[in-house]
């Protein structure tokens, strides 16, 4: 079965800038997705189609893609930044989707 | 404003069923492809099925689609996850989610805030 591929922890101070990547090997033709999950809320999408920003997210929030992974970027990362986040995909299929196993990202 | 409002959950024995329902308001819903998520205690995210706006089109995940069963009711605004041969293992919050509309379909643009299912004897 089609996997994506996370760092389990990111660690950064306020004001530095936070990567977390997601790999899989279907993203060189597939969209990526960021969704960042807060503790005991529900997820909320931040980047859609690997580098698009929803309305009323931060511009800090920023993504990219390039070959078999996908970048999510917080510029000046803030201390209500902390959260998990989870990449999403498809396969090559365009069936079956998948998350990525989620990044703890950790601002202090 | 977009509303997801899940129900349905509970405590169940494992091989039992349960039907989880999904109320949505705020929008069109028959226009809309909408999704199941489950997430386990303290672990991630995971994709359960999907279903086309008119509900002619589903996909699900192949560790699931034997026992879960999507569909909606759109006279009634209405997303369902049918659930059978429940195991301890499907312990879980259950979320539905919208697909945004647009040039390509964009996924889970706004969620509900769960209902939590536990599979126990």
């Known amino acids: 079965s089609y996997e994506l591929t996370q760092p389990p922890s990111v660690s950064v101070s306020p004001g530095q800038t936070a990567r977390i990547t997601c790999s899989g090997d279907?993203?060189?033709?597939?969209?990526a997705y960021w969704y960042q999950q807060k503790s005991g809320q529900a997820p909320v999408l931040v980047i859609y189609?690997?580098?698009k920003r929803p309305s009323g997210i931060p511009e800090r929030f920023s993504g990219s893609s390039s070959g078999t992974m996908a970048t999510l970027t917080i510029s000046g990362a803030q201390v209500e930044d902390e959260a998990d986040y989870y990449c999403?995909?498809?396969?090559?299929?365009?069936?079956?989707?998948?998350f990525g196993g989620g990044t703890k990202l950790t601002v202090l | 404003e977009v509303q997801l409002l899940e129900s349905g959950g509970g405590l169940v024995q494992p091989g039992e069923s349960l039907r989880l329902s999904c109320a949505a308001s705020?929008?069109?819903?028959?226009?809309?492809?909408m999704s199941w998520v489950r997430q386990a205690p303290g672990k991630g995210l995971e994709w359960v099925s999907v279903?086309?706006?008119?509900?002619?089109?589903?996909y699900s995940a192949d560790s699931l689609k034997d026992r879960f069963t999507i569909s909606r009711d759109n006279s009634k605004s209405t997303l369902y996850l049918q659930m059978r041969s429940l195991r301890v293992e499907d312990t879980a919050m259950y979320f539905c989610?919208?697909?945004?509309?647009?040039?390509?379909?964009?996924?889970?643009?706004?969620w509900g805030q769960g209902t939590l299912v536990t599979v126990s004897s």
């Open positions: 279907a993203l060189p033709k597939k969209y």
């Open positions: 705020g929008f069109a819903f028959s226009s809309y492809d």
């Open positions: 279903i086309s706006d008119s509900g002619d089109r589903i």
């Open positions: 999403y995909s498809v396969d090559s299929s365009g069936k079956q989707s998948v």
């Open positions: 189609e690997d580098n």
């Open positions: 989610a919208r697909w945004a509309n647009g040039e390509l379909p964009v996924p889970f643009d706004h």
